[in-house]
């Protein structure tokens, strides 16, 4: 009795396992089901720019100089202070005054006063209304009139510098969009308002210049700041977009993934065109309407099996070559 439990039970295991490795054998070897994600196409903006780097600079540069040699005997503005055309900058005493005040001065205080009623400071005028962006004197100074007394900015621009490639793309008027390496939170709008007629070479490549006049110069601007500027060449608003991922080339066409219409099961490639492209859509121009859904292949992450290839990154027998 004991020897005919033991194999009745023995049969039932067996013929257990012989099941369970008929099902792994019918599920194992199944290829598994496609999955996809449902994009709809939705109607935005898309835009297409030309980015590039540029530097914040004065549009026009005055340098202030002295008519006279002599003396700097007060300066009436200071660094980044705003000024008016016409208005003193500085008084200087010209060499031969200087040295008649030292003599009189001497004298003492009443024969000074004579002569500083008498003999008049020279006075530098600003020639145009900017910001005193430079200066290079202090009151005692002694001055020639070769030095460089102030520099003064009508008002402060970005300086873009375009590839050759991409300046023909870019035209007076188009918006742009400008930010800074010093503050990467500020971004300010700007317009292309001059393209240089010469170009120069940089790292063996044509550059162009091109001005880019901020809407607004905040406090933070100073002459000389590295900038990022993003030229704006087209943009269109309520365009018809699809993910770039959406989109693929087959056979030299773009194409789109859809299910079958009808009670068909499966999916099918539909020819579409494409338009403008930004970093992120593609702007769809024929082959889709408003709501249509295309498929996307699900990327999710899956273990290799033994068809998906190896782990990279295990250490690898040498194989005997044949």
């Not at 257990?16 to 994009?39: D, H, Q, S, V, W």
């Not at 607004?216 to 309520?238: C, H, L, T, Y």
């Amino acid at each position: 009795m004991v020897k005919r439990s033991k194999l009745v039970w023995g049969s039932v295991v067996a013929a257990a396992l012989a099941g369970l490795g008929f099902i792994f054998f019918l599920t194992g070897n199944r290829t598994p089901e496609k999955r996809y994600e449902e994009i709809r196409v939705v109607r935005g903006s898309i835009s297409s720019a030309v980015s590039t780097t540029g530097v914040v600079e004065p549009e026009n540069r005055l340098k202030i100089q002295s008519s006279i040699g002599g003396r700097v005997e007060e300066i009436l503005v200071a660094e980044g202070q705003y000024v008016k055309k016409g208005e003193v900058l500085a008084l200087l005493s010209s060499t031969e005054r200087a040295a008649l005040l030292d003599a009189a001065r001497v004298q003492g205080k009443n024969e000074e006063a004579y002569w500083k009623k008498v003999y008049k400071e020279t006075a530098i005028i600003a020639p145009l209304d900017g910001q005193v962006i430079v200066r290079s004197i202090d009151p005692g100074q002694a001055v020639t009139a070769s030095d460089s007394l102030f520099v003064l900015s009508d008002h402060l621009i970005v300086k873009a510098y375009v590839d050759e490639t991409d300046i023909g793309r870019v035209k007076v008027g188009q918006r742009a969009v400008i930010g800074l390496d010093a503050y990467p939170d500020i971004r300010i709008n700007g317009v292309v308002e001059h393209i240089y007629f010469e170009s120069h070479l940089q790292n063996n490549v044509n550059i162009y210049n091109v001005d880019v006049i901020p809407e607004r110069i905040p406090d933070v601007f100073r002459s000389g700041m590295s900038a990022n500027i993003e030229i704006v060449v087209q943009e269109k608003q309520g365009a018809l977009l699809l993910p770039l991922g959406a989109v693929e080339s087959q056979n030299g066409k773009t194409v789109v993934l859809q299910k079958k219409g009808g009670a068909e099961r499966g999916v099918q490639y539909k020819a579409v065109t494409t338009g403008m492209q930004d970093d992120r859509y593609f702007e769809i121009l024929e082959g889709l309407s408003d709501g249509a859904v295309v498929l996307l292949s699900d990327t999710s992450f899956v273990l290799p099996g033994k068809k998906g290839g190896s782990n990279p990154f295990a250490p690898q027998r040498n194989r005997t070559k044949k």
